[in-house]
């Protein structure tokens, strides 16, 4: 069983489009994020929540919105895509702050 | 703030030679930080982490990393460099008081290759 798994694992689409990218954890964790992996592979944090509540929102521009409908779920919803949005998004999970994160395996998102 | 600067995008060794991944961070709290890696389109997966007591960490596939707070580093090592370890390594640290909910300031990663 997959710890931590995410879709679609690949997703391309045009400018301006809306698109969301699905999460869910069979953990049993209280904390979920969303982390984005530029070009560069530089990965940073997007959002965390934490037991369906949003605790970091690290400057990201209002297109992205989280949604967390429960504990094991955070999906990932963009508007009006752009092309700078093309990134792999990564979910992941922890049992709480600073513990192990676990990874999803990426949805590698292709804005044209 | 918090950073994270890993030197050297890319380190290459032979099988069987020690592995020395350079990792220097800064942090203004006391930090935890961690190692994590990164197999070709997989997820980031964590080889271990310092919090507090023991500054010398091991973690799994033999893997280990010494916290220097007067070096402000965490460099990782392996003595035996295996075909297997060829990755791409993520140096983290993360605010040790909490405030921060687990958010972890990432390195920007080394790739590491390994020759036979």
């Known amino acids: 069983d997959t710890a931590v798994s995410q879709t679609p694992k690949y997703l391309v689409t045009q400018m301006g489009n809306d698109k969301s990218i699905k999460c869910e954890q069979n953990?049993?964790?209280?904390?979920m994020y969303w982390y984005k992996q530029d070009s560069k592979k530089f990965l940073k944090i997007m959002f965390s929540?934490?037991?369906?509540?949003?605790?970091i929102n690290e400057t990201v521009p209002n297109r992205f919105s989280p949604k967390s409908p429960d504990k094991a779920h955070l999906n990932l919803h963009i508007n009006s895509l752009e092309l700078g949005d093309s990134a792999v998004y990564f979910c992941?999970?922890?049992?709480?702050?600073?513990?192990?994160?676990?990874f999803g395996s990426g949805t590698q998102l292709s804005v044209l | 703030a918090q950073s994270v600067t890993q030197l050297g995008s890319h380190v290459s060794v032979s099988e069987g030679a020690l592995v020395l991944l350079r990792c220097n961070y800064s942090?203004?709290?006391?930090?935890?930080l961690f190692w994590y890696v990164q197999y070709p389109n997989q997820g980031l997966q964590l080889l271990l982490k310092?919090?507090?007591?023991?500054?010398l960490v091991k973690g799994i596939n033999g893997f280990e990393a010494e916290f220097k707070k007067s070096e402000t580093s965490f460099h990782l090592t392996k003595p035996s460099a295996h075909m297997s370890d060829a990755a791409e390594y993520f140096c983290?640290?993360?605010?040790?008081?909490?405030?921060?909910?687990?958010?972890?300031?990432f390195g920007q990663g080394t790739i590491l290759t390994v020759h036979p």
């Open positions: 310092y919090t507090t007591g023991a500054t």
């Open positions: 983290a640290v993360s605010d040790a008081g909490g405030t921060s909910y687990g958010k972890l300031t």
């Open positions: 942090s203004s709290v006391p930090p935890y």
């Open positions: 992941a999970s922890s049992r709480g702050a600073n513990e192990k994160l676990f």
């Open positions: 929540y934490n037991n369906k509540e949003l605790i």
């Open positions: 953990l049993g964790h209280d904390t």
